[in-house]
């Protein structure tokens, strides 16, 4: 049975419980359509059924396998592409900045606000999540190092190599301070000065590193193009460069650079808080969160830091609920205890999915509004008005949002079950011993899916 008619099997699988997983994206615009206990339990059976028929069907390890049809892009055209890339991307980075401290101090208004934390952070995950990471192109602190080094003429690493014990340690502390701490926890996406002034900080450590330790600062310290790279694993579309400089663009599998082991626990850390922050970002919305902050900020006496402590001791939470996880799968596995980090860095790349599912469906239609909204920006910065509105929103009713979050969410899980399937046959001698082995993981997944469910059922509180 190929792996796509499996996938078919599981689809089928997943219809059988009626709109189980559709409560993942239900928000405040829609209501349940079953009793919130059958949603949470029909999320868990699809989760559960689709596990049952991965260990019962398939029982052959998958590997890296190249598309078997490829299209080439000419080493002219791709160089061609990726000037063009820079380039734009670079004058939307100083227009950034410039719009930012000199536009008009208003959210929806400045270009500043609205390119960068929805056209910006978000669309070029989303891009990435497709056809892989275009991080290293369009990088404007990448770009900026590449011109200092064309001006020195040879890699500038005034501090040597950099130092491989700190792995990505450096990009997890500062996606937490940037995206987990600075996005959904302070006022900065709302002010454009604020955004462009965490834009022009964050630049000026990013340079600063590179001339410091040279490119490999930029792949290990930038939390921009971890999470890039990290969703880029998931992408359905294989772009690789060839020798000549070109391209060769194919079709593979979602789930299968998922099933690649990542390196160290900082990039295990790093996987857990793409999954985390979502779920902390929706659960400051509940009153169970409000509550729980008043709580807290009685005991420690200061609001400004209840929010920071909450997201951090959640993020602590979480990745020793996913080491626990990994501890006990040799012990269901092989009868024995052994290191859980060796487990962990296996199977933590097949969340992934889980992670990027969540980060399109919830962000979707904020890409597309603000696209059009960050053209209008612009014209009204130069003094051209607004013009007339570029609307990308039109034909999402609100049934098509709807379905397109069932299709999203469902597709997540059975990629990242069916990814941790192939690692459980991957590590373990027989295929009843990776059923075994997989049991962990696939109650950890029922469970976030349920804790998910949970928090988008609670009425928002603003």
Known sequence: MGAFHRIGVALVAVGTVPRAVSAHQLGSRFEAPLPLSLLFGGAGVTVALTAILLAFTVEQPTGERVPNVQLPVSPTTAAGLRATARTVFALAFVLTVATGLLGRQVQAENFATVFTWAVWLKGVAVLAALIGSPWRVLSPWQSLYDGLVRVEGSRIALLGDYPSRFGVWPALAAYGLWIGIGENLTAIPRSPTGTALLLVSYTLVMLGGGLAFGPAWFRNADALAVLYRLFGRVGPVAVTRTEEGGYRVGLRPPWQRCTQAVEGLAVTAFVVATVYTVSFDGFTSTPEYQTVRFAVQDVVGTASSTGVLLYLTGFVGFVAVFLLTAALTDRVGR???????????????????????????HNYPFILGNVGQSAGALRAFFGLGRGPAIELLGWVSVGTFWWSQVVLIVAGHLVAVIAAHYVALERYESPRQARRAHIPFVALMIGYTVLSLWIISRPIVT
């Open 335 to 361: 009868g024995s205890l052994s290191g859980g980090q060796r487990v962990a860095v296996q199977f933590v790349p097949t969340i992934l999915p889980i992670a990027v599912a969540y980060e399109i469906a």
